[in-house]
């Protein structure tokens, strides 16, 4: 397990040396993670909830830790002994890994004395916001590939080998079937796929060479490479090579397709296979693909039985920063939490005071997801609730008959991870769950239906109230 207490911010650092000097070390305060909103992302898929685990897990300043810090000169002394028996002593609330989360929802709560919470901020948003970023990616992919399976292929474009690494495991939790990345694989027991390149064809003094080569290697799951040269050609030779297959009492596994015209050359591809007695081999496409182009695929009729998708997918190349904020919400005050909130002249940009939590409000007849209710943490709702369009407040909705989910769970108590982490399997079968309780029209990658977020109305009260007295003093 890796001691990542260094990764962080200097000016982390210089607040926390700054409240020990002051005496405001010990505060209970409340910060609140969330993500503002993006024009090409609708809805987000959480992850990196195990990693975040493991880093609060290790917080600990090492000898060499203090001496660099020391070396910089700009700490009291003091605050650096202080340092060497540093450990989280705080709560963490999270939602679950898999979770579909929206714009200014509190995904992540943390409550902590002031020095620890201010700590963790830098590591928490890195971590969560990059993994949250590529399995939203992947979701929108897989959502766009219309059950075709769909493998990670872009560890070699990946911004760095944590990127690729933890990058391949959200892009699981997104819903991929696999990934190209051994490692990742191995870490995680994810399936792992892969044949070979255009280098294994060029190395070879023709291509139907390099196919027969390639098929006594691993005859029973030949999946070839066909656009080194000539795709068409490609295909022919890869037929043959699938004929001498068949006769030696082996099953071809099919073909890929790396550029050119994806929707034609799958087309064409599909009928030569048929025509020479392999309907079950499949057509798999690699390349730039991203849910975008794979929409036009469907539309054009493309026959394409599987994806490899890389950089776009691990770079999440049209949207690369999920835009996470960590921002606080409450301090304590003599003994009482008293709300705090960012005022900014841009609406996007003030915050939602106090000690807050997370509802999902689900229709009992259907079981779809109606709204989600951001709400002080000490509120509880009956039958009929009626929630109301935070800035359009003419806009109301009642509900009659709903079950209602806390989505934070408490994840640490007293520094103490209390949480029972699930499998990768676990939460992979939970983002399906709940993906598939969204209606497609909140899904649906242009235009999508704005799904209700909504603050109850002590939440909402508080909120103007404290614009109102800040608004009366300026």
């Known amino acids: 397990m890796r001691n990542l207490t260094m990764m962080t911010d200097l000016y982390q650092l210089t607040m926390m040396n700054g409240y020990f000097l002051q005496g405001k070390a010990k505060e209970i305060s409340v910060f609140d993670v969330f993500f503002r909103q993006k024009d090409t992302m609708n809805f987000a898929v959480f992850a990196g909830l195990a990693q975040a685990i493991e880093y609060i897990e290790n917080l600990h300043f090492s000898e060499e830790d203090v001496e660099y810090l020391r070396g910089l000169d700009i700490f009291h002394p003091d605050f650096l002994e202080y340092l060497k028996n540093f450990k989280f002593t705080g709560e963490l609330y999270s939602v679950r890994e898999g979770d579909v989360v929206y714009p200014q929802e509190p995904i992540m709560i943390v409550?902590?004395?002031?020095?620890?919470?201010?700590?963790?901020?830098?590591?928490?948003?890195?971590?969560?916001?990059?993994?949250?970023?590529?399995?939203?990616?992947?979701?929108?992919?897989?959502?766009?590939?219309?059950?075709?399976?769909?493998?990670?292929?872009?560890?070699?474009?990946?911004?760095?080998?944590?990127?690729?690494?933890?990058?391949?495991?959200?892009?699981?939790?997104?819903?991929?079937?696999?990934?190209?990345?051994?490692?990742?694989?191995?870490?995680?027991?994810?399936?792992?796929?892969?044949?070979?390149?255009?280098?294994?064809?060029?190395s070879f003094d023709s291509e139907l060479d390099a196919f027969r080569a390639f098929a006594k290697v691993y005859p029973d799951s030949c999946l070839l490479l066909v656009d080194t040269y000539d795709s068409v050609q490609g295909i022919k030779n890869a037929i043959t090579v699938f004929n001498e297959l068949k006769a030696a009492g082996h099953k071809p596994m099919g073909i890929r397709l790396d550029s050119g015209d994806l929707a034609y050359l799958s087309k064409l591809a599909r009928k030569m296979l048929d025509e020479a007695g392999f309907p079950d081999a499949i057509v798999m496409a690699s390349g730039d693909i991203d849910e975008f182009l794979l929409a036009s695929l469907n539309n054009q009729g493309a026959k394409i039985d599987m994806y490899g998708v890389g950089t776009k997918l691990i770079t999440s190349e049209d949207m690369p920063s999920l835009g996470a904020v960590y921002k606080l919400s409450a301090i304590e005050r003599k003994g009482k939490?008293?709300?705090?909130?960012?005022?900014?002249?841009?609406?996007?940009?003030?915050?939602?005071?106090?000690?807050?939590?997370?509802?999902?409000?689900?229709?009992?007849?259907?079981?779809?997801?109606?709204a989600d209710l951001i709400a002080l943490s000490d509120e509880t709702f009956g039958k009929p609730l009626t929630i109301t369009h935070e800035t359009e407040r003419w806009k109301t909705t009642t509900l009659n008959d709903y079950d209602i989910r806390c989505m934070l769970n408490k994840i640490f108590e007293n520094g103490k991870n209390i949480y029972d982490s699930p499998t990768l399997d676990s939460i992979v079968a939970f983002a399906k769950s709940e993906k598939s309780k969204f209606w497609d029209e909140y899904k649906r990658i242009d235009n999508p239906q704005i799904y209700k977020v909504n603050l109850s109305d002590k939440l909402y009260e508080l909120k103007h109230k404290i614009l109102k007295e800040h608004k009366s003093r300026h």
């Not at 191995?186 to 892969?194: A, L, S, W």
């Not at 939490?337 to 939602?352: E, F, G, Y």
């Open 337 to 370: 939490l008293l709300p705090r909130m960012k005022i900014s002249d841009s609406i996007v940009k003030v915050t939602n005071p106090g000690f807050k939590t997370l509802y999902r409000l689900y229709d009992k007849k259907t079981g779809m997801a109606v």
């Open 111 to 202: 409550k902590a004395p002031l020095i620890e919470a201010q700590l963790i901020e830098t590591a928490l948003l890195n971590i969560v916001s990059h993994q949250t970023l590529i399995a939203t990616k992947s979701a929108r992919i897989v959502q766009a590939a219309q059950g075709k399976g769909v493998v990670e292929f872009g560890l070699r474009r990946a911004q760095g080998p944590d990127a690729g690494i933890y990058g391949a495991r959200a892009s699981i939790i997104g819903g991929c079937n696999g990934t190209s990345n051994v490692l990742t694989g191995q870490m995680f027991n994810i399936p792992v796929k892969g044949t070979h390149s255009h280098s294994w064809v060029m």
